[in-house]
């Protein structure tokens, strides 16, 4: 939705500072590059813990075989790159 004619600089939600070029009940560019930076290092950490829990499971669990590493390479990936996507979007709408 563009902002109404006439309003040139809208307040950010978080901060409060006049700001031209953002829509009501949005972020300035800082407050908005803040976040950002904080839900990328709250889901580098969920992923990493995520992997690290994955690879001990597939360890004791999986069958030491050829094909068994292949799975289990396969999914300690797909378990760090989906938990980070998925928890760094999460992120961005719920943190404060
Ligand atoms: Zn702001």
Redesign the pocket.
């Known amino acids: 939705m563009p902002s109404p004619a006439g309003w040139r600089e809208v307040p ?6 006049f ?1 031209e070029g953002i829509n009501f009940v949005e ?6 590059e803040r976040r950002q930076r904080k839900a990328a290092r709250l889901a580098s950490r969920a992923a990493i813990v995520a992997t690290i829990l994955t690879a001990a499971w597939t360890l004791w669990q999986l069958p030491h075989t050829a094909l068994g590493r292949w799975y289990a390479g396969l999914g300690i990936g797909a378990t760090y790159f989906l938990v980070r996507l998925i928890t760094r979007r999460v992120a961005m709408e719920v943190l404060p």
């Open positions: 950010c939600i978080e901060c409060g500072k700001v972020r300035c560019p800082e407050c908005l």
